[in-house]
């Protein structure tokens, strides 16, 4: 798969939100994509940081792992577009078609309605139960086939590609203009697989077990949270503990569905699709490659076929 030279490209003059880096609407064969530019690191804290993230390479992949699984997503290239590599992600939304977002969605839940911290209808809030109580109680998002299996699908998939910025204005609803409502495709995947890892960090990583156990699971947070009862504050999700404890059967229902579909060759393909180089830049170093296989399996074999395995149980 080569980079697409996308400098011939008109501007679409459509313009996008988000605070994860540089966003230009552009046209290809006269339909409007989004050329997303990866992000500077120098406002970044931590240590051995890139000089700029591997964000769009992220994209590509993520959105590729998600449409191997069978789940729709928006559709994604690799270009190349004023001296960097982009992603170039089309725009889903058509003329009098709108992304209506979770946070947005979740600010009309009844304020009467409990919630285990503040009101539901804090669009930002990212507590677990008051999401899925959001789910539930707003209609679009109750009326709407298929979006409690979406909101585990997301879960499960972005524990596997350790996407940790599924935030709630990172997944919606489609609004047509006659006010009809319809899951949006997964978008914003440029989080994941390590967006900010250097080669060199992930080559030195892939050395110790130790450090590709924690990779692969301590340092795999959900942006979803718990709130403890007791210290009235929230605590992280751990995803693939969750996976095998919940009794949630929508949880295991989306776990076993990844289970039966997923194929690890055939995501090793989509990894190896990427080039090394093009336009005299680096796409993905061949560390980086090794270490999104190695990780992928390791998530699959001691994390989603464990949890699978209690899953079935579960729903049988």
């Not at 559709?75 to 947005?104: R, S, Y």
């Not at 503990?241 to 989306?254: E, G």
């Not at 005299?280 to 949890?307: C, D, F, Q, W, Y």
Request: aromatic fraction near 8%.
């Amino acid at each position: 798969m080569d980079a697409i030279d996308l400098n011939e490209c008109a501007r679409s003059y459509l313009y996008y939100g988000g605070a994860a880096g540089r966003k230009e609407g552009i046209l290809i064969d006269g339909q409007p994509w989004i050329a997303k530019f990866p992000r500077t690191a120098r406002d970044m804290k931590g240590k051995h940081l890139p000089s700029c993230t591997s964000s769009p390479v992220s994209e590509y992949l993520g959105s590729h792992i998600y449409a191997s699984l069978g789940i729709p997503v928006h559709e994604t290239m690799l270009g190349f577009l004023e001296g960097k590599i982009v992603c170039a992600c089309k725009d889903f939304c058509n003329q009098g078609t709108q992304l209506v977002e979770f946070k947005n969605l979740k600010n009309s839940t009844p304020d009467d309605m409990p919630a285990v911290s503040g009101s539901l209808s804090d669009g930002d809030s990212t507590y677990l139960s008051d999401v899925l109580a959001s789910i539930a109680l707003v209609e679009p998002l109750r009326s709407t086939q298929g979006v409690i299996e979406r909101f585990w699908d997301m879960f499960v998939v972005d524990a596997f590609i350790k996407n940790p910025d599924r935030n709630n204005g990172n997944w919606g609803l489609l609004r047509t203009a006659d006010g009809t409502f319809s899951l949006a495709p997964v978008y914003d995947n440029g989080s994941c697989l390590f967006s900010k890892r250097t080669p060199s960090v992930a080559a030195a990583r892939l050395e110790h077990d130790e450090s590709i156990e924690q990779d692969a699971f301590g340092t795999n947070v959900s942006c979803y949270r718990i709130f403890d009862s007791e210290s009235r504050c929230g605590h992280a999700i751990h995803p693939f503990d969750y996976m095998r404890t919940s009794r949630n059967p929508d949880l295991a229902a989306a776990v076993v569905r990844f289970a039966e579909t997923v194929d690890i060759s055939a995501i090793d393909e989509i990894i190896d699709s990427v080039p090394e180089e093009a336009y005299g830049t680096i796409v993905m170093s061949e560390n980086m490659r090794a270490s999104h296989k190695t990780l992928l399996r390791v998530r699959l074999e001691r994390g989603i076929v464990p949890a699978a395995e209690v899953a079935r149980k579960l729903i049988r």
